[in-house]
């Protein structure tokens, strides 16, 4: 063999869930002066120089013969792809020839790449078809390489047993013990901590490995944890029985264990502030409905907190009446209030004798006394989410339409400023009047159709005819971002269609999907949008509680379902928050994977579904790209 083949290869910069992952694990390559052309070449790979180290193997390509010639493109071509440059890598790719007549190794890196630049353009199907080429030839690094490329691509296809087999065997090319395998055992759990759907243990392939089924069955024990707390145990000592000598036994258990144990050790006294009177009761009666089914799965268990109920109002007087007197009657903490008004009183004070866990949120950048936790449902949160997807989704272009009103300015608001952060352009926006009886002028002049009836008539007056026309559309729009209610969402989408746009994506948020069986979601057809698993599972722990509400309380369940969840998961926090005054690690809520902030505000990260043929479909999660370079400092380097 030919040349000094680069075996081990670094993982595209996309992954941002990798890099996470290996961040903790990463080896500092030792610097050596470079003896040669080619040696400088890795030297600058393992520095995070890209373009340096890609235009310097494409000079030695230059000048070399075959195969070493083919192997200097390919480092070319990887680098380029490492430097976030696919069209350079693919470039170089093109000059190959003859593929088929290159030894395994070299063959195996270039179908390598070709399925990371696919995947990075969101082509998981072709890039799939690239890793077909057998294992048996290939040294261990590429062995392992080809599965973790292939995992990846099926966490993209969303089917995670295929992605934990994947990833199970690729552990079998790596060394026992070392840091690789830990990163590998790492990737697979944080991989599943981040889905938020339901494995259905039942439905799992029967081919699975022991070890990819011991890996899912864990993660639905951990999943189901924070919805049926009092079944845990139970499962883990099963789990354990049948899977003694499974990698996750001794690091992955006895955390679940403690983390267990943290989110039942309960205040013993625990006061909740709502409106339960006036025009907020509903919502209010949701929240604490919610709470309650929350509290009932532990009440026999003699870790449940006594509850006290104290009617806040709705104004900041009544807030801080109703938190005093719930200091005065022994609360050890306190949920609520509901309202801005109430929240922003409670954070006004000096100090809080007694921690606070907030159902709402202080304007951006406004923090409470020590104690003060912000949690709720926040519109703003959803739509800075909604500029992630797209960018995630390879979306650099895109046009805004919002109401025109306070809430169409807040979305507005806070998509852009995320979407500029994340260097994406928004190209226009345009503003209808919410609940009105026509959206077309707004639909037309975003797209630039009125623009195009204007050449029309120029044109029609120049010639002194009528001519056949058809008006054409901005052509540089990749997407458009829609804010507003699900009714004015079923009158936007069918004329967005209408306008020549119907190839366009809409994004949008959870307040396109309304839980009603008498409406047509239809025509909502090829919107996406955020929302927490509370509403859009259909199977699983979360989905029977969410039925196990609505059954009990029917009348108020329609019109306020995700408080329900919010009150849930509220209840759920306590624990946390009172006994480390933090959450550590993300915890899979029925709102979304919450996790606390510096400035003690509770974020949710939320799940993605399509409307298709009216029914709302889970989207596969997706990760921001990182930054060229970030590879490099995260993961562990070959040696030249």
Not at 281 to 303: E, I, M, T, W
Not at 309 to 321: H, I, N, P, V
Request: with cysteine; charged share 20%.
């Amino acid at each position: 063999m030919q040349g000094t083949p680069h075996f081990f290869r670094r993982s595209r910069p996309g992954l941002a869930l990798l890099l996470l992952v290996l961040a903790g694990c990463a080896v500092s390559p030792s610097k050596q002066p470079p003896a040669s052309r080619e040696a400088q070449a890795q030297q600058l790979l393992q520095e995070g120089k890209y373009p340096d180290a890609a235009a310097l193997y494409e000079a030695l390509a230059t000048g070399a013969q075959p195969p070493q010639q083919t192997e200097f493109l390919v480092s070319a071509a990887e680098a380029w792809s490492d430097a976030g440059n696919p069209q350079r890598s693919w470039t170089l790719l093109g000059k190959i020839r003859n593929e088929n007549t290159l030894y395994p190794a070299l063959q195996a890196r270039i179908e390598i790449l070709k399925a990371e630049l696919d995947l990075a353009g969101h082509q998981p199907q072709a890039a799939l078809a690239h890793l077909r080429f057998p294992l048996e030839p290939l040294p261990p690094e590429l062995k392992a390489e080809t599965a973790l490329v292939r995992g990846r691509i099926h966490v993209a296809l969303n089917d995670l047993p295929s992605a934990v087999q994947d990833w199970s065997e690729r552990e079998t090319y790596l060394a026992p013990g070392s840091t690789d395998a830990a990163a590998n055992e790492q990737l697979i759990w944080q991989t599943l901590s981040a889905s938020h759907a339901a494995i259905d243990l039942g439905k799992l392939p029967a081919a699975l490995s022991p070890t990819a089924r011991g890996w899912l069955e864990l993660a639905d024990i951990a999943h189901n944890s924070w919805q049926q707390p009092d079944k845990f145990m139970a499962a883990i000592k099963d789990w354990e029985s049948r899977y003694p000598q499974h990698p996750a036994m001794a690091q992955l258990v006895p955390g679940l264990l403690a983390k267990q144990q943290a989110l039942t050790a309960f205040p013993a006294k625990v006061a909740v502030l709502l409106p339960l009177s006036g025009n907020l009761k509903d919502p209010a009666d949701a929240v604490r409905d919610g709470l309650l089914a929350a509290y009932f799965q532990l009440a026999d268990n003699g870790s449940a907190p006594a509850l006290s109920y104290y009617d806040s109002g709705t104004d900041a007087a009544g807030a801080q009446a109703a938190y005093q007197k719930a200091v005065s009657d022994g609360a050890n903490m306190v949920i609520g209030p509901l309202t801005k008004e109430g929240i922003a009183a409670l954070a006004n004070l000096p100090s809080l004798p007694v921690p606070v866990l907030a159902l709402n949120y202080l304007d951006a950048g406004k923090t409470g006394p020590a104690g003060f936790y912000q949690f709720g449902l926040l519109p703003e949160g959803e739509a800075e989410q909604a500029a992630e997807r797209a960018v995630a989704e390879g979306y650099t272009r895109g046009i805004a339409l919002v109401p025109s009103d306070d809430f169409g300015k807040r979305m507005l608001g806070a998509f852009s400023a995320r979407y500029a952060e994340l260097g994406g352009t928004l190209l226009a926006t345009g503003t209808y009047t919410p609940g009105g009886d026509t959206y077309a002028d707004a639909i037309q002049q975003l797209l630039n159709l009125d623009a195009s009836d204007d050449r029309e008539e120029r044109l029609a007056d120049t010639l002194g005819k009528r001519l056949e026309f058809d008006p054409r559309r901005r052509q540089d729009v990749q997407f458009i971002f829609l804010a507003g209610s699900a009714g004015d969402a079923r009158q936007i989408q069918p004329q967005i269609a209408y306008y020549h746009a119907d190839d366009v994506p809409v994004f949008s948020t959870s307040r396109v999907y309304e839980l009603s069986s008498n409406v047509d979601n239809t025509l909502l057809n090829g919107i996406s949008f955020d929302d927490m698993p509370w509403t859009l599972l259909d199977s699983g722990s979360v989905a029977d509680i969410r039925d196990e509400v609505q059954k009990d309380w029917p009348a108020n369940f329609a019109a306020n379902s995700r408080l329900y969840a919010l009150g849930f998961d509220a209840y759920r926090l306590l624990p946390l928050l009172y006994n480390t005054q933090t959450i550590g690690e993300p915890v899979q809520g029925v709102t979304g994977l919450l996790s606390l902030d510096a400035g003690r505000r509770v974020h949710r990260s939320l799940d993605w579904a399509s409307f298709d043929e009216g029914s709302a479909t889970l989207l596969p999660p997706l990760t921001l790209p990182a930054p060229p370079g970030a590879v490099a400092a995260a993961t562990p380097q070959p040696k030249p």
